[in-house]
């Protein structure tokens, strides 16, 4: 068994430890609020920005061939993997990379697969094994529209020349603290609906649908992008106040049975104390 001192720094390091993941787990939960409202808010604007979106494709298809709604021979993928610049959230970055890993090995083997990292994480680990173009990690220090659409028009501009015939996206989507879903959307092409949607969705268009689209299916391509990051965004934040809380519980536990451990240990202690001291008058007696 430990001797005291033993336990006592033990006890002291995992106290320390407590007060650290629950002070982080108490600012995880204050940006979550912030985050989850604000992906909330714009979850219907963009949903049936995309409902349109996905109309308006359907029909260009067979009338004029939209650049975004090219599908070409898919020979050359683009995985943008959305993921944390930093750790202490559980699997949220894990389980990202996993699903990229099986995109990259499995769904698109034989194909040339490349990488865009959104996030410290997957930049420094996919760059280990493959190719990753580029690295936007520093999107998080100021996460707003105009700087994810600048994101959005670099990738618009390497599929419509030709660099790559598909894009997708994996990330976390945010459903609540305690739980991720991983999502797989792609960006381009753009999926058109079927006849069937088509037809649930009449929709009337001013000016023709000629003149918006140069302006409509951009637009829904960065709100596309910018939900995306909103959602992985909120994500990190339940998945690392779930991962504190727990990690809260866990010191918590431990700490319980060190302390029983130490009065188990200081209690044999004084026993042997006692008994030295008996044994040793006894001898004096005798």
Known sequence: MANLKEIRNRISSVSSTMQITSAMKMVSAAK???AQDAIT???PYSD?????????????NAESGSQYADNREVNKVLIVAITSNRGLCGAFNTNIIKQTTVLANEIYAGKQVHFMAIGKKANDILE???????NHSDIYDEL??????AIAEELMGIFTDGSYDKIEIVYNKFKNA??????TEQFLPIVPVTSEETNAADYVYEPSKLEIVEQLIPKSLKTQLYKAIRDSFASEHGARMTAMHKATDNATELRDQLKLTYNKARQAAITNEILEIVGGAEALNN
């Open 128 to 134: 280990k094994k493959y190719t990753v173009i580029n």
């Open 178 to 183: 305690a739980t991720q879903i991983i999502m």
């Open 48 to 60: 049936k920005l995309t409902e349109l979106l996905q109309s308006l494709s359907a029909s260009l």
């Open 32 to 34: 979550l609020k912030k």
């Open 144 to 149: 707003t529209f105009d700087n994810v659409a």
């Open 41 to 43: 808010a714009m979850r």
